[in-house]
């Protein structure tokens, strides 16, 4: 047996899982792009003779990523995603080129291929010859023959990445209607986008709580109204008393899990159990990078990672810092039952015993089972 001929860890990798570890690079899309361009120069760098050698080299890299960071889901999620382009694409070139998978459309290729309408004007490179495996005489002919197609498919997940916010927005207007209120809370890109365009043409308010302590609601508070939109930035206290004016939730999310629920920023079980008693639909802004085949591994309520306690009691209340423990999650879990809507890159779905089947069915099409654990 030939033997697997893994490259030593590239210094690009050692970097990300340091700036991973430090928490100098935070966010889901922030995260995956940085992931899908280590694991690019990686693929386009490695030496391997068979598919074996491959997915190894990347699981390899995707545990080390991950071990640094964990609570970025999306790292896993974009290295699962090239483990999964790996194998279609070797699956073709071993089979032969198809014409049914060539003319067909999925729920899965729109995502991974990135816009339809761009990807049909550009003709897919195709595998010259044929793809030997273990060939001694020239080793290095399998790596050869794939990693062009291989950077083509990279190239389309990035160009994903680079448009989820527009992709995500571009049915806005379908959802948001003239003088509705909305409430939001906290700094989202996909939202503050989503809110943005659905602004074009109507007019609607939007109450943004602040979303103590990182207050991070205040910045997006003041990007909403530079746009135009009428925006009201009040303390998080007030959620619950203000709901029964509010037509909808919105909220952004950091992960998706495999029953429907999600981890989100910290106040977002507040608003989504204030909207169910006032029975206000709740609304999730998500592109479906943030998918993951994992389900909620810490507890009911939230996720185990948390902020500085001084941000929530500093320690100049030197009394009450000796008497109490001081906890700042960074995460709320939002239980399915909360959510009425997820608004994705893919399209909307509810979060009900229809959507699971639908979300299964995406998990099967953008992820490989033998890769739910790296």
Known sequence: MAEVRIAPQHRSVEILASKLRRRSIVGSRATALETLLVLRQVISKARFSNINQL???IRSV?????EAQPKEHSVG???RKVLHHIRE????ATRGTSTTTQTSFSISKFVLQGQPKRQATVPKTEIRGTLRENDSDDPDSFARGLKPVLMEAIQDVLDEL???YD??????KDHIHPDEIILTLGMSRTVETFLKTAAHGRNYTVIVAETAPSYSGREMAKSLSLAGISTFLVPDSSIYGLMSRVNKVILGAHVILA???????????????AA?????PVVVCAGQFKLTPLWNLYHEYGAHDFGNPSDVLGFEEADLVDKVDVVNPYYDYVHPDLIDAFITNDGDHPPSSIYRHVFNRLLKETYDDEDNEL
Request: glycine share 10%; no cysteine; proline share 0%.
């Open 89 to 92: 694409e070797y699956q073709t």
């Open 62 to 66: 995707g545990r080390r990523l991950v």
């Open 276 to 280: 169910r008693a006032h029975s206000t």
């Open 77 to 79: 999620n974009t290295v």
């Open 55 to 57: 997915v190894e080299i």
């Open 162 to 164: 680079e448009t989820v």
């Open 259 to 273: 029953n429907g629920g999600m981890f989100a920023i910290t106040g977002s079980l507040v608003a989504a159990t």
């Open 167 to 172: 992709n995500v927005a571009k049915n806005a």
